[in-house]
C-alpha cells in the first residue's frame, strides 16, 4: 500500500509522521466495526472525523507550547468553554518569531 512500509513482524507501519489514509480507515472500523458504507461516504463522514480527532489533539498541543511561551492566553467563557486570543503584549515576539519560523 502507498504510505505504509511493512515491518519485519508483518504489522504495518506508517511511512511519514502523519496518520494515513489506511491507518485513518482502520481506527474508524475498530471503533465502529458493524459500519460500511461508500467510497463517498467513508471520505466525507469516515476519515473527516478521524482527521479531526488527529487535528484536534495537535491544536491543543500547539496551543499549550504557545500558552508557554505567552504568545496566547486562554480565558474560561460562560458555560466553562475556555477561549485562545493572542497576547497583544507579545506582538513583537511573535512576528519575530514567525519570522525566523517561515522563511520567505
Known amino acids: ?3 505504509i512500509a511493512r515491518a519485519n513482524n508483518g504489522q504495518m507501519k506508517k511511512a511519514s509522521g502523519a496518520p494515513d489514509v489506511a491507518e485513518l480507515v482502520l481506527r474508524y472500523l475498530l471503533e465502529h466495526p458493524e459500519a460500511e ?3 463517498d ?5 469516515w476519515l473527516l472525523r478521524q482527521r479531526i480527532k488527529y487535528e484536534t ?3 491543543k498541543t500547539a496551543l499549550s507550547g504557545l500558552m508557554h511561551e505567552g504568545f496566547v492566553l486562554e ?3 460562560a458555560g466553562s468553554q475556555v477561549r485562545y486570543r493572542v497576547n497583544r503584549r507579545k506582538l513583537r ?3 519575530c518569531y514567525l519570522k525566523e519560523a517561515i522563511p520567505k
Open 57 to 59: 489533539s495537535r491544536v
Open 75 to 77: 480565558r474560561k467563557g
Open 1 to 3: 500500500m502507498p504510505g
Open 93 to 95: 515576539a511573535i512576528r
Open 41 to 45: 461516504g467513508i471520505v466525507e463522514w
Open 37 to 39: 458504507d461508500t467510497l
